[in-house]
């Protein structure tokens, strides 16, 4: 084997040693990537989550959704075509009013930008589920730019059964 023989196999080694590290350094990139949009969706989930736990006046509308008040039901809020009844306190409204803000926000990561997966999106199944327990919140959803709610609602449940 000649020197310039050696000097090639050399050149070849290094230019594939180089060609090894940027695969791997591109490969470190993506994946440390991957895992920091996997925790960025944790984060998202988990504030929406506390904030649902902390709004006192989305607790008054979840209260009222899962009929443990004694002084408000559903059909102290809304009427049959989904508008708010006028003599239902404003926190109801408000509460109702955020609590679905909240769950079309959800439902558009989902639905509309594919940011969360629907395994994701079942850590939210009861609040979706109780609006398609009560047509008069379904109406009120269609009505009032809240259809995702419902789609997403739908969609949980049919992939629940």
Do not use: P
């Not at 695969?23 to 440390?32: L, M, P, R, S």
């Not at 909240?102 to 109780?130: C, I």
């Amino acid at each position: 084997m000649t020197m310039s023989t050696c000097i090639e196999i050399v050149k070849i080694l290094a230019a594939l040693v180089a060609i090894g590290g940027f695969a791997f350094t591109i490969y470190k990139y993506f994946d440390a990537r991957t895992r920091e949009l996997k925790w960025k969706r944790v984060e998202f989930i988990f504030g929406q989550a506390l904030f649902i736990d902390q709004d006192r006046e989305i607790n008054y509308a979840i209260s009222v959704l899962a009929g443990t008040r004694n002084d408000y039901t559903i059909n102290d809020v809304f009427d049959e075509n989904g508008a708010f009844l006028s003599q239902a306190e404003s926190k109801y409204k408000l509460g109702f009013e955020k609590l679905l803000n909240l769950l079309d926000r959800l439902a558009y990561a989902h639905l509309q930008s594919n940011v969360l997966e629907l395994g994701e999106m079942s850590n939210f199944h009861w609040y979706y589920a109780s609006v398609l327990e009560h047509s008069r919140v379904i109406k009120h959803c269609e009505k009032n730019g809240f259809g995702d709610v419902v789609k997403m609602a739908q969609e949980l449940e049919s992939n629940d059964t």
